[in-house]
């Protein structure tokens, strides 16, 4: 028998209202809700549940699926939902990373059809991954797959402030970031340059060693296996699901550092450090950003820790 489908869908979403008559047309007999706060979304999700709902598809983009990964454990009371990630947001790094390709546009009102049609024959393509958590900022705990400080954070509130203007969305916005984000330190000169080569101080520690202070150009840390675009900044040995890329400020030799990196090869350069673990404590003043979107921590950092595997699913 098929598994019961619940959706939630992003209501500030511009494809959601878009694509809103193909997804009602697909979804016309499945529970659906798209909350407007987090306290509607975990009543939402604690209705699905109530409901024998087996695989939850989140209708939105990276930000409104690390808000569902968030409410699921306080809201969701029996064994977790899979996870079906469509993709409908301005970025949507998780659904193209976990199922769906990239393919120029946010979303196609046939991805719920498709996945409908697979999970009625039987033909659902899972994995089982576990996802960051993170505890000890400004908000509640939080859970997501991309976090990112430094000049992570730095190139997302550019990308903010000037590529979604100009329509840019999902590929190009990662790679119009990164290049930016690239040339600017390359060069040194102006002043979000030089904030870039200075780097953020911060202390980090991994599973429960010392903590490594010092400025760092950027801190990279995920649960996936790949990301968007063939990049995979990580490399190194170790037990951990959390993958780390940790590079010291100013980054020596940069141009050769990431022309190493779009090679898939490991830097042997000082200060580029890369490896996994199972918890990081940071302690940082300035932001970070967890699936898109910029948070404070708190005042004695955050911790990063994977959670128990969940299963996400794909057609």
């Not at 989140?58 to 969701?76: I, N």
């Not at 469509?86 to 976990?98: C, E, K, Q, S, V």
């Not at 050769?256 to 898939?264: D, F, I, T, V, Y």
Request: charged residues 20%; glycine residues 14%.
């Amino acid at each position: 028998m098929a598994p019961r489908i619940g959706i939630i869908s992003n209501p500030r979403s511009s494809s959601h209202r878009a694509g809103q008559a193909g997804l009602a047309e697909a979804a016309a007999r499945l529970p659906h809700a798209a909350p407007e706060s987090r306290e509607a979304l975990r009543a939402a999700l604690a209705g699905f549940a109530a409901d024998g709902v087996e695989v939850l598809a989140v209708h939105g983009g990276d930000g409104t699926l690390r808000e569902v990964l968030s409410a699921l454990p306080q809201a969701w009371a029996g064994p977790m939902p899979a996870i079906a990630p469509l993709p409908a947001g301005r970025t949507n790094l998780a659904a193209h990373t976990l199922g769906y390709p990239a393919a120029g546009r946010r979303e196609d009102p046939t991805d719920l059809r498709r996945l409908l049609a697979a999970a009625g024959a039987g033909r659902l393509r899972r994995q089982s991954r576990p996802v960051l958590e993170v505890s000890g900022a400004d908000a509640a705990p939080m859970r997501g797959l991309l976090f990112g400080a430094a000049a992570f954070t730095r190139a997302v509130g550019l990308a903010e402030g000037r590529l979604h203007r100009h329509g840019l969305m999902d590929n190009a916005v990662v790679g119009m970031t990164g290049v930016m984000m690239a040339v600017q330190a390359l060069a040194g000169r102006g002043a979000f340059g030089r904030a870039l080569r200075q780097g953020t101080a911060m202390q980090v520690a991994r599973d429960g060693g010392a903590a490594v202070g010092g400025q760092r150009f950027i801190l990279l840390a995920t649960t996936l296996d790949r990301l968007m675009l063939g990049l995979w900044p990580f490399w190194g040995n170790g037990e951990g699901a959390i993958r780390v890329l940790d590079v010291a400020a100013p980054p020596q030799r940069l141009g050769a550092g990431l022309w190493s990196l779009l090679r898939g090869r490991s830097p042997a350069l000082p200060g580029w450090r890369s490896g996994r673990a199972d918890t990081l404590h940071i302690g940082l003043r300035d932001g970070f950003v967890l699936d898109g979107e910029t948070f404070q921590p708190g005042p004695d950092g955050i911790r990063l820790s994977a959670t128990a595997p969940l299963t996400f699913v794909a057609a």
